[in-house]
């Protein structure tokens, strides 16, 4: 690796409103590149009819996306360091702005799926870069502010894109989720040509590449993704596929971690991990990642299957956590130096366990409010949390090694959301089952309530003209369809109180948490 003096790790920030228009300049694609992991998901149905597509496969454009970007973020620095950080990053605007516009042109699924993927690599680089480029333009002081800034993008939209693309869609039609990139990309890449530069210490490297290591991390992460994204439709370990996958994700990881920590020139610097503040903060970074996507995956469906809602009103209701999130998230910026992480890190795992125990209490009579309250509660929390880890996370991590800890940091967040995604699904199928079996024990002719539903729905049946057979099997029928429902709010109710437990758990790792400064002085490594 070329070393660096310690003069040029602690190389000025950008000062005056020259940090602000970077931060602009970067958060434009940053948003772009985060908007798009969720957008599609709401018009997957028609996507399916326009490119003669069934549901299962239509996936593929949620998967070959989310998959690129999980692959691509651990090497950022790699690539950045090899080819400079403005011209990679340039390159990669280019690249998701050019596959965006032949996503909405796609013919063909295939044709769709290799532009996700395509995509998929662009976005995963701007997510990346962005936040090591705002890191380094800030002074100390105002680090939670940047990380504030940088939250509003990696975070807050997701969580809009089923309503943006929900509204498009019903409005004008599924392309245009796709072609509202094309101006976005144009004007972040001619703010980056005018206002990014390399930082001094990025020295450009041209020496050997870790193909091996790379290959690995390719098998391995690729194979993890894809056994997380497609294990529900294939029964999980039932499936002969699923299996190949998990050996391979298991042997490839483990092959990988032991070639990178070998390696003269490690492709990922997994020495970073050796920092138990960031790694304490990368754990809590997963644990966010997997409730934050659960919960955007459950909440949907809830509302949808069981209160009747449509894409668009679904949208709606999950806005009271969007919006606490756009507001407090600055805020929450400006008292890091303050409280420190461990105040505001611990109080947000608080209050999100207490948002997310709210949502395990509902009913099948649940309302407005009863949403409402929880989510908000979730966007304090969430915020909180996230600008203080963002902070905490890379507050002692030198400079020359920023993109490299970004790049871990957001892998680990964006796999563990695919693995909160994975097991959502699975315990609110397993668990449905399984308190469908229960409810149905107790609701045996032995039991009074059930004759007086049973009888009270039969004479109903009579009345509108059934003759007294068919009325009776309808009442069952219907008891049925109230017991699956009854059953399905309590599968729901039992995933978030998983949820609930697992921000508890993890507040002992709050105390390994450190709001200290970079080293200085002493020599470091670039990228």
Request: hydrophobic share 50%; charged share 10%; net charge neutral.
């Amino acid at each position: 690796m070329t070393s660096v003096s310690g003069a040029l790790e602690r190389a000025e920030p950008a000062e005056g409103t020259h940090k602000w228009v970077i931060a602009g300049t970067v958060m434009t694609g940053s948003i772009m590149a985060s908007l798009d992991s969720s957008i599609v998901n709401v018009a997957l149905p028609n996507m399916s009819g326009t490119l003669g597509a069934t549901i299962e496969e239509i996936t593929w454009v949620i998967t070959g996306y989310i998959l690129a970007n999980v692959i691509i973020m651990p090497i950022v620095a790699l690539l950045s360091s090899r080819f400079g950080r403005k011209n990679f990053y340039m390159a990669s605007v280019v690249l998701f702005t050019t596959a965006s516009m032949a996503c909405g042109l796609a013919p063909s699924l295939l044709v769709m799926v290799m532009f996700r993927i395509i995509q998929g690599i662009g976005g995963g680089v701007l997510i990346t870069v962005s936040q090591a480029i705002l890191r380094e333009s800030f002074p100390p002081e105002e680090q939670g502010i940047a990380m504030g800034v940088y939250g509003l993008g990696v975070v807050l939209a997701p969580a809009l894109g089923p309503t943006l693309g929900g509204w498009l869609t019903d409005n004008y039609s599924w392309p245009w989720i796709f072609y509202i990139n094309l101006p976005i990309g144009i004007l972040n890449l001619i703010l980056v040509a005018r206002f990014i530069q390399d930082p001094p210490y990025l020295i450009r490297e041209k020496g050997e590449i870790d193909f091996l290591g790379l290959g690995l991390l390719v098998a391995g992460l690729g194979a993890l993704q894809l056994m997380l994204e497609e294990g529900e439709r294939n029964q999980w370990f039932e499936s002969g596929f699923i299996l190949r996958l998990t050996a391979i994700a298991a042997v490839g990881l483990m092959l990988f971690i032991w070639r990178e920590m070998k390696a003269h020139r490690p492709a990922v610097n997994l020495r970073i991990l050796g920092n138990i503040s960031f790694t304490s903060a990368t754990a809590i970074g997963g644990v966010l990642g997997l409730a934050l996507n659960g919960s955007l995956f459950l909440l949907p469906l809830f509302l949808q299957d069981l209160i009747g809602f449509d894409a668009t009103q679904s949208g709606i209701a999950l806005m009271p956590r969007s919006l606490a999130m756009a507001l407090l998230m600055p805020i929450a910026g400006r008292f890091y130096n303050k409280l420190g992480p461990r105040v505001l890190i611990g109080s947000g795992l608080i209050i999100c366990a207490y948002g997310f125990w709210g949502l395990s209490v509902l009913t099948t009579d649940v309302g407005f409010w009863d949403i409402f309250w929880p989510q908000l509660w979730q966007g304090v929390g969430f915020s909180l949390i996230f600008v203080a880890l963002s902070t905490a996370a890379l507050a002692t991590i030198p400079k020359p090694q920023m993109t490299q800890a970004t790049g871990l940091y957001n892998v680990v967040r964006q796999v563990m959301g695919s693995v909160g995604i994975a097991i959502a699904a699975t315990q609110l199928t397993s668990a449905t089952s399984r308190y469908h079996d229960v409810l149905s024990e107790n609701t045996g002719m032995w039991n009074p309530a059930t004759v007086r539903f049973l009888k009270n729905a039969t004479a109903a049946m009579i009345h509108a003209g059934a003759d007294k057979f068919t009325a009776q099997q309808r009442a069952l029928g219907l008891l049925d369809i109230s017991v699956t429902r009854q059953a399905t709010v309590l599968a729901y109710n039992h995933v978030f109180l998983m949820v609930t437990a697992l921000f508890v758990l993890g507040l002992p790792l709050v105390l390994l948490l450190r709001r200290g400064e970079r080293p200085a002085g002493s020599e470091v490594h670039a990228d």
